[in-house]
């Protein structure tokens, strides 16, 4: 049985940090990502990175001040994100390839690559 357990997020003051984390359970993944959707937009990748190599991509809304990374023993991924802005404000989505098709140095920010989906954690930076 997989399951996809998010973690983190909360409410924060601009300029501050938070850091939400992803655990698989039944799962074992290559590529993972982080995708967040803001009230009335479209679901945005904003992190990938690649199960080998460390090859990373960022939106450029949060170059800079987000940084992805992951633990493979323990079937974790982490979003570390600074300085935070209202416009961060968002459901944050982790999500997770377990197709090798692409090879293990592969990601992208396309929703479609990914067919594992967490269930969604509230980031909200105050205004």
């Known amino acids: 049985q997989f399951e996809f357990v998010e973690s983190g997020g909360g409410s924060v003051q601009p300029g501050e940090s938070l850091s939400v984390s992803c655990t698989a359970r039944?799962?074992?993944?290559?590529?993972v990502a982080w995708f967040r959707q803001a009230p009335g937009k479209e679901r945005e990748g904003i992190s990938c990175l690649s199960s080998s190599r460390g090859n990373t991509k960022y939106a450029d809304s949060v170059k800079g001040r987000f940084t992805i990374s992951r633990d493979d023993a323990a079937k974790t991924m982490y979003l570390q994100m600074t300085d935070l802005k209202p416009e961060d404000t968002a459901l944050y989505f982790c999500a997770a390839d377990s197709n090798l098709d692409r090879g293990l140095g592969y990601c992208d920010l396309t929703s479609s690559t990914y067919n594992f989906w967490g269930q969604g954690t509230q980031v909200t930076v105050f205004s």
């Open positions: 039944g799962l074992n993944f290559y590529a």
